[in-house]
């Protein structure tokens, strides 16, 4: 047996191990960090304390309160909270009574150990807690019947009033739906079109973990099962599911981004950050203690260098743009290496649904746009560099004739002297 953070062995005769107080690893002293909550001392592990300053920080810097705008949502989620005021009323009737019943439920439902620490620290001792969220949900519904909501509607409007004000909560809401597929609206999946479209979003984020890292075969059907059994709950609570640091980053960048396949992109780095932990007993609440901001952040670059090497050509061309036969042989290669790729992404996207297919094939055309643009560059900037050296040329010959005449006038002038120091 070993520490589940360092993995260092314990001693069979004397196991200085323990477990924390917070998420249930075993860990051993030195992963052991000891934390003050209220008047009680307690065990975490080092991650967990991590975990913790975070949400303190965040509550402290940016001023989180109950229903109040802070200085997260002002600065960064919305432009003019006074103009989402005037715009975003809430209803003063509740007109969907079930609503209310459902949010009892989720309130009474604690969620996993680091969220519901952070929920309790602003929601505590508030008696509108249940009368706010309700409001927002059943205005919610009235202006988007077609979304309709859930559960999980209801835990991601708890997250975000911690943030914000009823009134911006509604308007992040509707941004958010706004962007995703339909595939995840809580409304849509209660129909029969949704059974047929849940197999080809299965199919698409196989292909697309597939596509996006290199994974042995075994670790191919493990993520497969994965896939099948727990994908739509991931996307659903939007990552709610995992720590609240995690869950915060990924919102914050859903919120502030335009791309509607983030939400399939960052599902893709938690089955690569936790390709080895997928088959095993209780696999979300393991996930949730392994995932961590750094790793999504690594896996992140790691996607966009992939995604950065269809340059490698066009730098090539740049070495030598002199040469035209050179560059028009490295520009063939661009141009084929750009095929390859298409190639390969339409083997992949074959049998996929159309939105996530349109969405793809639309990437990859903004990338060849690029390409081509930059191949347009270099051409205009091989134009400028022949024109500077034909006018360093001219600059040359003109100086190099001054020179002529200058020597030949020094010669008459010296002529001139030594004819009359003769006489």
Known sequence: MSCDICKKPFNIIWRRDTKCKRCNRIICT???????????????????????????????ESLLAWNHNSQIAKK?????????????????????????????????????YSIQEFLNLLIFSNKDIETTITNVIDTYVTRNPQVGYNQNLIKLTIF?????????????????????????????????????????MQHDAIQDVKFRFKLEQDQIIAAKQFIESAMMNYKNQFFLNL????????????????????????????????????QTKNSELVIARTTTVEGIKQYQNQMAKKRSSLYLSVDKCTQDSRNQSQLSCRTLQRKMD???FEADENENLSHQSPTLLQSQKQEITKLTQEL???EQQINQLKIENQ???EATVQNTAILFHNYENAISDLIDQTEILLKQSIK
Request: aromatic share 12%; charged share 25%.
């Open 387 to 389: 024109q500077l050296e």
């Open 372 to 374: 081509l643009s930059l």
């Open 160 to 200: 975000l009033l911690c943030f914000c004000k009823d009134y911006v909560c509604l308007k992040i809401l509707e941004d958010i739906y706004n962007k995703i597929p339909k595939q995840y609206y809580p409304e849509y999946q209660t129909t029969q079109e949704f059974i047929k479209d849940h197999d080809y």
């Open 243 to 278: 720590t609240f640091s995690c869950a915060f980053y990924i919102i914050d960048k859903l919120i502030q981004s335009t791309d509607s396949t983030d939400i399939d992109k960052f599902f893709s780095v938690i089955i690569q950050i936790n390709i080895h932990q997928l």
């Open 30 to 60: 030195d992963c052991s960090k000891l934390q003050q909550v209220r008047d009680i001392f307690r065990n975490i592990c080092k991650v967990c304390m991590q975990d913790c300053e975070t949400i303190r920080k965040i509550i402290s």
């Open 338 to 340: 750009v095929n390859e």
């Open 76 to 112: 960064y989620w919305v432009k003019d909270v006074e103009i989402i005021k005037s715009v975003y009323k809430l209803n003063k009737e509740i007109k969907y009574t079930k609503i209310a019943r459902d949010v009892k439920t989720v309130l009474q439902t604690p969620m996993n």
